[in-house]
């Protein structure tokens, strides 16, 4: 019998400062990536999906944004991010 399945891990990347699309407050954004990994025998073999996401520490609003924008996030150019 082969068991398989997969395995999420989140990762913070960074803690940033950004104007919430929600509550409008320049708030701490915590920068997440999400990793989800195949298993086999609940051994993590490879990545096959990644994702990228904000939360407002504010009012916990979280936005899924691309993984340019996340890049983008962390090279400090926050200002041109969307
Ligand atoms: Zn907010």
């Known amino acids: 019998m082969i068991i ?7 990762q ?7 104007v919430c699309g ?4 320049p708030a701490a954004h915590a920068l997440r ?10 051994v993590p073999l490879f990545p096959f ?4 996401a904000t939360q407002c520490t504010f009012c916990g609003a979280e936005e899924r944004i691309t993984r340019e924008q996340a890049d983008r996030m962390l090279s400090g150019d926050a200002s041109r991010a969307r």
């Open 33 to 42: 990536k999400k990793t989800t990994k195949f298993t086999l025998f609940f």
């Open 4 to 10: 398989f399945g997969t395995k999420g891990y989140l």
């Open 22 to 25: 929600r509550c409008g407050n």
């Open 12 to 18: 913070q990347l960074a803690m940033l400062t950004l």
């Open 49 to 52: 999906s990644t994702s990228y």
